[in-house]
């Protein structure tokens, strides 16, 4: 089937190259709207501290705010009280502001706020009385000399932070995409072969971002999705691109014509990426899992970008091969290594394999012990939300307002606790005075009527919004409600209920992932044996990663030299996409060696000989992708937003650690002690392999060969 695709979208390239061509304009003018329609990183729908968020969106004006931070100078001076006054009255004739308070000083006199709150507004109205207002306020550094004025609150913030993602993926993308064109001409010695990934990777993230796009219209999306799909789109595009190009000018080598030897390469190389889209996809499907409606999204958007990559793959490279694939040839060592009967078992991946075959079980045990030692660090993890801690203060300015606000009125932008009730304040005043004496030590600032019977309070403690302290207050809060209808949220609340539906749907998660990726792997290689091997090698790569991002993040390991932001502990949910797409990679990497072993398994070798050969043949392969995936995640290790520069970093961290020593010692070490045990299925499981197994190798067209046309070139 595959190589009937790939001669089909070969032969019908303009036709396919034309879709693809309106998919890349869909995706290129989708962006930038796209990024503008996307949420601030919220709280999970189906929690109840998202219902309380929602409730108060909808029916109060909490959020509806921002907060001018007035910082430095004579403030008590009489030129500076009618500077601010000025500026209130002003934006108080703006239209569609609901309210201005009048500036409230620092207990030392240093600072003033002035809150302003506008009423029920269209988002582009919102933005358009937001940036007035603005304006306006920052106007009063000019009139109060030593002074400076910052604008914080949760629209500023939610504002700037898709600002930031936007330019974060932005950002990554331009600066990558040029270095992975000089490697791919590195590894093919040639401009026109390292255009042919490229391309197709373009194609692919252009694919993702229209599909998110269509997503958004019905889903209430955050910015972090286009980080996800940005990452796996180009990963996985390049990883099979390379993939597909390399095995092409493989099958040139040995002398099929052009349209021949694309076809040979979809039946084998296509039919390992259709495998590793699947297995990817497998990964990422455990997400669907948890009720938390965010995961489910990155989930979906995931798995959709992985589909959109594999498709790109299989049909665009194919296409674009129809257009310059005569003009691809491999190179004079190509040629000259095909000629020769041994040539699989020359070369420097055919010696460490020898060399970890010679001493099988010293390097399990070495390579294990290793993998074990770096895994350490995550039973201590910490899980913690970045919050303001996560956002960068030299290109967000409401975080510095956040800042300010702390330090000098001793107010939280975020606090651990607030309460929300259908009740008036009063009342809420004089139920929160139960809590004074509480072991957390909480101070109850006054109640707010946010809207029509609808209150809130919010608590404030010493330490951090999210300590183990303020997570019990949020759980005894909860156990003993105000007499009304009423909901928790605030940090503490938000990590108690993250945590809760992490716990609850964590079995369910990873039955989904190791089942599906069971099947998946049983049925490309017919056997029980390698999918049990492949999880176990897989875990250990999982658990060393989880452990270094805990070093990092929490602890603070390397975090200069990496210029990381230490937060205190793991995002729940950065911790579970990196667990998704890290063990998605793995399986990816998993595949494209093995489906080189078992080729040589099906023609007859013996276990040692196929893996030794396995690994010479595709070890290079495994070894470039792997590099050139790294090189897209570094753009996103620098990242401003402390999300996405934890995702970067525990991506690079797992493939890094996949690529090398998993896959190039681990992997060949278990299958040289399994031996013949590698292929064993029991005999009632043969007819499920036979009828279900998915091959297509065997059947690869064999063509004409015409070694007198090659000719080696660099192009």
């Known amino acids: 089937m595959l190589s009937r695709i790939g001669r089909f979208c070969y032969q019908r390239r303009v036709w396919v190259f034309g879709v693809w061509l309106l998919v890349m304009a869909v995706g290129g003018v989708a962006f930038s709207p796209l990024f503008n329609s996307l949420a601030l990183n919220k709280p999970s729908q189906g929690m ?12 109060g004006d909490y959020y509806d705010k921002l907060i001018a931070v007035v910082d430095g100078g004579d403030l ?7 500077a601010m006054g000025r500026a209130v009255d002003e934006v108080r004739g703006i239209t569609g502001i609901k309210e201005v308070a009048d500036p409230v000083a620092s207990p030392d006199g240093s600072a003033a706020q002035i809150t302003v709150r506008f009423g029920k507004l269209p988002k582009t109205e919102k933005k358009r009385v937001l940036t007035e207002a603005s304006d306006r306020l920052h106007k009063v550094a000019d009139d109060v000399p030593g002074s400076k004025v910052v604008i914080g609150g949760d629209e500023p913030q939610a504002q700037e932070t898709n600002a930031t993602s936007g330019a974060d993926t932005l950002r990554a993308e331009l600066s990558t995409l040029p ?7 590195v590894v093919f010695g040639g401009l026109l072969a390292a255009l042919l990934p490229l391309l197709a990777a373009i194609g692919a993230v252009c694919g993702a971002i229209a599909m998110v796009l269509v997503f958004s219209t019905f889903l209430n999306l955050d910015s972090t999705v286009m980080s996800v799909v940005t990452l796996l789109g180009l990963g996985l595009s390049i990883d099979y691109g390379l993939l597909l190009v390399a095995r092409y000018r493989d099958e040139l080598a040995v002398g099929h014509a052009p349209e021949v030897a694309a076809a040979r390469t979809w039946a084998t190389a296509g039919r390992t990426i259709l495998f590793s889209g699947l297995t990817v996809s497998a990964a990422l499907s455990g997400l669907l899992a948890f009720d938390v409606a965010r995961l489910q999204t990155m989930g979906a958007a995931g798995i959709s970008a992985t589909l959109i990559a594999m498709a790109a793959a299989l049909t665009l490279t194919s296409a674009l091969l129809g257009f310059f694939g005569k003009h691809i040839r491999p190179s004079k060592k190509a040629i000259s290594r095909e000629a020769r009967a041994d040539s699989s078992e020359i070369g420097a991946f055919a010696k ?9 079980v010293v390097i399990t045990v070495i390579a294990s012990a290793f993998l074990v030692l770096l895994t350490l660090p995550a039973f201590t993890a910490t899980p913690k939300l970045p919050q303001l801690a996560g956002l960068p203060r030299d290109v967000m300015e409401s975080a510095r307002a956040a800042d300010v606000l702390q330090d000098k009125f001793g107010l939280a932008v975020q606090p651990p606790v607030v309460v929300v009730a259908r009740t008036d304040a009063a009342t809420l005043d004089q139920w929160a005075q139960r809590w004074a004496d509480d072991p957390a030590k909480p101070v109850a600032r006054p109640a707010e009527q946010t809207g029509e019977n609808l209150s ?25 409600r105000p007499p009304a209808e009423t909901w928790v949220l605030g940090d503490a609340a938000v990590i108690v209920d993250l945590w809760d539906k992490t716990v609850d749907g964590l079995p369910l998660a990873i039955t989904i992932m190791l089942l599906s990726m069971f099947v998946l792997l049983f049925l490309m290689t017919g056997s029980l044996a390698v999918p049990l091997k492949a999880i176990f090698t897989n ?16 602890h603070g390991f390397l975090a200069g030299p990496l210029d990381a932001l230490v937060v205190g502990g793991l995002s729940p949910y950065i911790l579970l996409l990196v667990s998704a797409f890290a063990f998605g990679f793995s399986m990816d990497y998993e595949v494209f060696l093995l489906g080189r072993i078992k080729e040589h ?15 010479q043949r595709s070890g290079r392969i495994i070894t470039s992708a792997a590099v050139l995936v790294l090189i897209v995640f570094t753009g996103f290790t620098i990242a401003d937003l402390a999300d996405v520069e934890e995702l970067g970093i525990g991506l690079f961290l797992a493939v890094l650690i996949d690529a090398t020593l998993v896959r190039c010692v681990l992997v060949p070490s278990t299958m040289t002690l399994l031996g013949k045990w590698n292929w064993w299925t029991p005999r009632f499981l043969h007819p499920i392999r036979d009828r ?24």
Do not use: C, W, Y
């Not at 109840?48 to 029916?59: G, K, P």
């Open 179 to 185: 270095i992975i064109l000089i490697a791919l001409v």
């Open 76 to 82: 008590r001076s009489v030129p500076a009280q009618d």
């Open 456 to 480: 809130t309070v919010s608590f404030d403690m010493a330490g951090d919004s999210q300590s183990e302290a303020a997570q019990e207050f949020v759980k005894r809060v909860r156990a003993d």
């Open 692 to 715: 279900f197994g998915l091959r297509e190798h065997e059947d690869v067209p064999t063509g004409t060969r015409r070694p007198e046309n090659l000719e080696p070139a660099g192009r």
């Open 539 to 554: 875990v250990l790569s999982l658990g060393a990663t989880i452990g270094v991002m805990v070093a990092i993040f929490q």
């Open 352 to 360: 460490l394999a020898r060399f970890i075959q010679g001493r099988p």
């Open 601 to 615: 398994v099906d023609e007859g070798m013996e276990t040692n000989t196929a893996v030794r050969r396995g690994l």
């Open 48 to 59: 109840e501290s998202n219902v309380a968020r929602q409730v108060l969106t909808t029916e």
